[in-house]
């Protein structure tokens, strides 16, 4: 199994605060993705990665950034959260064979 | 815009039954789709998947049906069991567009004992 791990699992934040959510894959994909899901939308990309520093935009990128230092981490900050950032956030890596392997969310709270 | 979407977002089944879960897509240049299955707090979790190439594709009790002519794709769960009890969406992708998956909204299948 592909391994995949996210970190924190939980959080609650304060609006206007910065969060980074971290995930970490145990294998060298070159691909990996953040998505958001929401109730009434399924899930819907954030940002991606085609390599280490090589990142891009997903259809709801605003108030997102990424980076990739490492081929293993994914990292997503909310520079200055708001109550719309509200989610679960999924992290994604794209296997050899064809699908994308998600992760076990992260769920955040901006209050 | 073109966007994947199910046809239904609720889907009540008999424990026994055959489930078909149905999903319209728009983007004519998709040539990969899959379908996820989520369970409540957990990732969305791979059950099978289809390339344009192909019109059915069997997995052990699913099978995909893809019909480019009206652009939609199907799942169909045999015996559903209490266990198939969960959110299921499609999700495609151009392979050429770095594999990108847009998802649909998805159905809450529930199974009735």
């Known amino acids: 199994d592909a391994g995949i791990t996210q970190s924190p699992r939980h959080k609650v934040t304060e609006t206007g605060t910065p969060v980074t959510l971290r995930c970490h894959q145990t294998?060298?994909?070159?691909?990996m993705y953040w998505y958001r899901q929401d109730p009434g939308h399924g899930l819907r990309l954030i940002h991606y990665?085609?390599?280490?520093?090589?990142?891009d935009k997903g259809e709801v990128s605003d108030g997102y950034s990424v980076s990739r230092s490492k081929t293993e981490d994914f990292l997503l900050t909310l520079e200055s959260a708001t109550s719309s950032q509200t989610s679960v956030y999924f992290c994604?890596?794209?296997?050899?064979?064809?699908?994308?392997?998600f992760g076990p969310g992260t769920r955040l709270t901006v209050t | 815009g073109e966007s994947v979407g199910l046809h239904l977002p609720t889907l009540s089944v008999q424990e026994g039954d055959n489930s078909i879960i149905n999903c319209a897509y728009s983007?004519?240049?998709?040539?990969?789709f899959i379908w996820y299955k989520q369970e409540s707090g957990k990732g969305p979790q791979f059950i099978i998947d289809?390339?344009?190439?192909?019109d059915k594709r069997q997995g052990q009790r699913v099978t995909v049906l893809l019909n480019k002519t009206v652009k939609h794709l199907s799942l169909q769960i045999a015996a559903t069991q209490p266990g198939d009890s969960a959110v299921y969406f499609c999700a495609e992708s151009p392979r050429s567009n770095d594999y990108k998956l847009s998802f649909g909204a998805g159905t809450t299948v529930t199974v009735r004992a």
């Open positions: 289809i390339r344009s190439n192909m």
């Open positions: 294998e060298n994909h070159r691909y």
């Open positions: 990665s085609y390599g280490v520093k090589d990142t």
């Open positions: 983007n004519s240049a998709s040539d990969y």
């Open positions: 994604a890596i794209q296997l050899p064979w064809g699908e994308q392997y």
